[in-house]
Structure formats: structure tokens, C-alpha cells
């Protein structure tokens, strides 16, 4: 793999940062401990700037180009937060937090910024500037989104902004991408359903909203299958079904159904959220009973530029040697979402080998992929920010 010299050189180093970070996972904002240990690597490695405290607990680094004659400025963004989850790895550097876990590789894309930052650090073979984006919450609190409204873009002059995250099943070191609708958009809904609570034995003196729920959830399976285009891609799931009774002799009062709206199209959240609420409202008063729904928006949709998906895939395959620049679409959602909304940009799958999924309680991040993500990292820059 034609990774750089020197980031091979470092890989032990970084596989250390990952492994400690991965012992001691931090959840959404509340990463104090791993921005501080960002923060002082790239100390150590003699960034320019370094802010804290962006996005609340985002990490901000600046490192300057051996010259500067255009004025460009490039983004590159690692997550930081891991997940609630409980860790079944049995690793020698396994989760010491109980109930937390790194459990998507965001220790793994930090360490691989932070091995391109000491690396870009050395070097500074670019004309320009690089911001290194350290991010918090993307598990559901949209850090990302946090960030920007914290003034990342327009106060470190970002004219593009690259991201990348690990993809399990694909070779690990080898580069996926694709222009346009890469990951889904994420929408929550909430229906209460509310009756009349009975006595089992007395059905027709109650208001059955397990009944009722039952056939919403029947129903809102038509919201993809016959409102959406068949060539679109949406997924609704309904996640959880929770009675306020857990007695077998007893016709529930009310009935709880959470569940998510996926889509590539961003035209089809208002259309699924205005479904869902037809649905579900009308079905409950068809049985005398009242469906209240709360929707949350959540991610929009992970949309790559057509340029900088080409500059991207170009690094990708120099580092690599090949990349596959057609990576179909998936319906994960992902708040680096919102930075690509703001300038353009691109997000990239780096292989992951044959592991657990991603948010699997056995799921690791594979050690072998650093160089090639320090590499990628820094190739991108190289070849977007090229000196005169």
C-alpha cells in the first residue's frame, strides 16, 4: 500500500492513541477528557492554533502551509464521542467505562487526523491552510451541527471540508465514495395513542389502543409502499411498541410507538412526516380513538459535492491504488451531513476488514487502516493545497 513514508513510520504511535482512547470512551458533549488529549497532541506537534470549546466541546487546530499565495483554506473533521454501549470485545485495551464503548471507530478516525496532523505538522508541504475539526456528539446530539452554528465555517475561513469514517466489509486500507446522496437522513416520530382502558373480559367497554397502535403501525408500512417513488429509497421502522399496562387481563389506556424515517431525497421528510401524521391520526379516530404525533427532525441527508468527491477519490486512489468512486448509497445517517451543507466537500469510507458492524458491542476498529487514513488525509491536502 504506497501510504506515506513517515506516517508508516508512525503507525505504532497512533495505534497507541487509539487504543487509549478507546479504553476510555466519552459520550456526546461530554468528551472533556478526549479534546483535552487531542489538544495537547497537536501541542506536541506544534499546530498554529488551537481552539477548545468549539461546538461546546469541539477541538479547532490550525496548521499554515510553507506558503500561502491563494488563500485557501481546507476543513478535515474526525468525530470524537463513542456510544452507550456495553463492550464485549475482551481486548487488552477494552472500554475501563462501563456502559460506554468506541464502538462506531471514532477513536480510530481521531488518531488518524491527529497522525495527519503531526504529519502536515513536519511537512507543511502545502500553500495554504489546513483546519483540523475535532467533533463532538455525533451519536444523535449533532455536534457537527453545534459546530457550525458556533461560526467553524465562516470564523477559520473554510472553503472545503472533507470527512471519513471506517466501513466494516470492505477490504481494510481500500476507499469508497460517491458524488450526491451518500447517507440517509434520520427523522424521529413519536405516536401516543390514547383510548379507553378495560378489563380484557370487557372489550366492548373499552377502547382498545393496542388494537388501534397494531394497525397504525399495519398502516404506516404504505407511507414507502405506496407514496414513494419505487426508484427512491425511504425506510420507516417502528422501533418500539410500549402499553402503559404490562397485565394480560387488562385493555392498555394508552400505547406508545416510537420509530425513524430514512430517506436519500430530501423531499420526501416533509412528505413522510405529513403521512405519518394523516395515518396515524386518522386510524385512531376510524377507532374512536386519538393518536398524537411528535416528530423530530433529525440529520439531513450526507450529500457529496461533485468536485470534491473527484479530489477526493483522487487522493483515495493514490494512496490505495485504486478506489471506487460508485459505493452505493446507505441509510445510515451522519451529522457531517450539516458541515456539507454549509460549503462543499465530501465524505469517504475507509475499509474496516471483516468485522462486526458498526454499533455492535463486538465491533473494533482495525489498527491496519491508519496509515492509509493518515495518508488519505494528507494526500488530499497535498494535492488540493499544491505548492508553486
Not at 487546530?61 to 456495553?86: C, F, N, S, Y
Not at 468506541?102 to 487526523?113: N, R, V
Not at 466489509?169 to 427523522?187: C, H, N, Q
Amino acid at each position: 500500500m504506497p501510504v506515506k513514508n513517515r506516517l508508516a513510520e508512525m503507525h505504532g504511535e497512533i495505534t497507541e492513541w487509539r487504543r487509549h482512547l478507546h479504553a476510555h470512551p466519552e459520550l456526546m458533549y461530554d468528551v472533556h477528557e478526549t479534546a483535552a488529549f487531542v489538544a495537547a497532541r497537536l501541542k506536541e506537534f506544534g499546530v498554529d492554533e488551537i481552539t477548545p470549546g468549539v461546538g461546546k466541546t469541539g477541538v479547532v487546530g490550525v496548521i499554515k502551509g510553507r506558503t500561502d499565495t491563494q488563500g485557501r483554506v481546507i476543513g478535515l473533521r474526525a468525530d470524537m464521542d463513542a456510544l452507550p454501549i456495553e463492550e464485549a470485545t475482551e481486548l487488552d485495551y477494552a472500554s475501563t467505562v462501563s456502559g460506554k464503548m468506541h464502538a462506531c471507530g471514532h477513536d480510530g478516525h481521531t488518531s488518524m487526523l491527529l497522525g495527519a496532523a503531526q504529519y502536515l505538522s513536519e511537512t507543511r508541504n502545502f500553500d495554504g491552510t489546513v483546519v483540523l475539526i475535532f467533533q463532538p456528539a455525533e451519536e444523535g446530539g449533532a455536534g457537527g451541527l453545534a459546530m457550525c452554528q458556533d461560526g467553524l465555517m465562516d470564523r477559520w475561513g473554510i472553503h472545503e471540508v472533507y470527512g471519513m469514517h471506517n466501513m466494516p466489509g470492505l477490504p481494510v486500507g481500500e476507499f469508497a465514495i460517491r458524488p450526491g446522496a451518500l447517507l440517509a437522513s434520520s427523522d424521529e416520530f413519536e405516536i401516543t395513542v390514547t383510548g379507553k382502558g378495560g378489563h380484557a373480559a370487557a372489550p366492548h367497554e373499552a377502547v382498545d389502543t393496542t388494537l388501534v397502535a397494531s394497525h397504525i403501525v399495519v398502516a404506516l408500512q404504505s407511507v414507502v409502499s405506496r407514496t414513494v417513488d419505487p426508484i427512491k429509497r425511504v425506510v420507516l421502522t417502528v422501533g418500539t411498541f410500549v402499553t402503559d399496562s404490562v397485565a394480560s387481563n387488562v385493555i392498555a389506556h394508552t400505547v406508545r410507538l416510537q420509530g425513524t424515517v430514512r430517506t436519500l431525497d430530501p423531499e420526501y421528510r416533509s412528505i413522510a412526516e405529513e403521512r405519518v401524521r394523516r395515518i396515524a391520526e386518522d386510524t385512531a379516530s376510524a377507532f374512536g380513538a386519538k393518536a398524537e404525533v411528535t416528530w423530530t427532525p433529525g440529520y439531513p441527508v450526507t450529500v457529496n459535492s461533485e468536485a470534491e468527491t473527484g479530489y477526493a477519490a483522487e487522493a483515495a486512489a493514490a494512496v490505495a491504488g485504486k478506489v471506487n468512486d460508485s459505493t452505493d448509497p446507505i441509510m445510515p445517517s451522519e451529522d457531517f451531513a450539516y458541515m456539507l451543507e454549509e460549503r462543499p466537500g465530501a465524505y469517504i469510507f475507509i475499509g474496516n476488514g471483516d468485522t462486526a458492524m458498526c454499533h455492535h458491542p463486538r465491533y473494533n476498529f482495525d489498527d491496519d487502516a491508519i496509515p492509509a487514513g493518515c495518508s488519505w488525509f494528507a494526500e488530499l491536502v497535498e494535492r488540493r493545497l499544491p505548492v508553486a
